[in-house]
């Protein structure tokens, strides 16, 4: 466009009336040109040319994969910075809550202390046959109820997990009270929850759904950490307790048997949740959990509310 505007002068006083309004319209296309060279200009084309966008698409891309390794990078320093830090372990006399432990640093409580997973069976027919309503009405009903049970018998509920909740128990009785509270939810399954369900949802007894609930009690020294991200947190009990109470609450067994513990559990029971008029309520036996051959007891009996 600069060819276009300097020219070699000429005496524009010599030339006629026709030569001066042919310089104008000259001037006002090149004025034309210029706007119209002037995106281009904006964009970052320094020749005033017209330039197809994709020619800047590296560019958008480059930042796309900038971001990436950014996301890398921040990763890879959070894990190495906890892998290398030492642990704060204390030794604790309550149940922890989420904020009672650090985030950001290994931080953690050691607790002695029994662990109740408490699980709804049959979840899979319940999402598969019904309604999210119906199903979601189960549920609640039924975690609900169990966390209501334990709450009355000292127990700390600390995870919810899609259709069971964990509790942890502590101090003198926590093995009998952890068990009391596993019959009492057996009862209030069968004799509350279910007449209710059925009563307003007829439907779920039509279609073959029992809403009964497993549950797993293991004792043991857990280790208490808080795991995730800022606002997006929570906590995790480390060790065998309540790893293993967690998989005797998946066992599956036909007929009535809805409560399995340990036998460490079963060792220290307190007679009434031991003994049913002189009877014991509990079966040992044999069994693989988690990949390791045991012995456990289960218990086809309820305690009423």
């Known amino acids: 466009m600069a060819g276009l505007i300097f020219r070699p002068r000429h005496q524009c006083a010599r030339r006629g009336v026709d030569s001066i309004a042919v310089a104008v319209i000259y001037l006002i296309g090149i004025a034309g040109l210029a706007t119209t060279a002037l995106p281009a200009w904006k964009d970052g084309d320094k020749t005033g040319l ?41 030794d604790g006399n309550v149940v922890p809550g989420t904020d009672d432990v650090k985030l ?9 202390a029994v662990y109740l997973y408490a699980d709804l069976l049959g979840s899979t027919k319940l999402a598969r046959d019904f309604r999210p309503e119906t199903a979601g009405k189960v549920i609640r009903a039924s975690l609900r109820t169990a966390s209501t049970i334990i709450k009355r018998h000292g127990g700390e509920i ?38 209710s369900l059925y009563s307003r949802l007829p439907h779920l007894e039509r279609d073959g759904f029992e809403p009964r609930m497993c549950v797993g009690i293991a004792s043991g020294e857990a280790f208490i950490a ?15 307790a309540p790893n293993v109470a967690a998989k005797l609450s998946d066992i599956r067994e036909t007929g009535n ?8 559990v079963y060792k220290v029971l307190s007679e009434e949740t031991k003994l049913s008029r002189g009877k014991d309520m509990w079966e040992a036996r044999s069994a ?12 086809s009996y309820w305690w009423s509310v």
């Open 50 to 90: 017209s330039v197809p966008a994709a020619r800047f698409q590296p560019k958008y891309e480059f930042q796309a994969l900038e971001g990436r390794m950014s996301l890398g990078d921040d990763i890879r320093s959070d894990v190495n910075k906890l892998v290398s830090t030492a642990w704060t372990i204390r």
């Open 104 to 112: 950001y640093s290994n931080d953690a409580v050691k607790l002695d």
């Open 158 to 195: 600390r995870s919810y997990d899609g259709d069971r909740v964990m509790a942890i128990f502590i101090g003198g009785s926590k093995n009998s009270n952890a068990v009391k509270a596993a019959l009492k939810i057996k009862y209030a399954m069968k004799e509350i929850v279910q007449p």
């Open 226 to 240: 808080r795991a995730g991200v800022r606002d997006s947190s929570d906590l995790v009990s480390i060790g065998r």
């Open 257 to 264: 048997y809805r409560t399995y513990i340990t036998a460490d």
């Open 288 to 299: 693989d959990v988690g990949g390791e051959r045991m012995t456990i007891y289960r218990s």
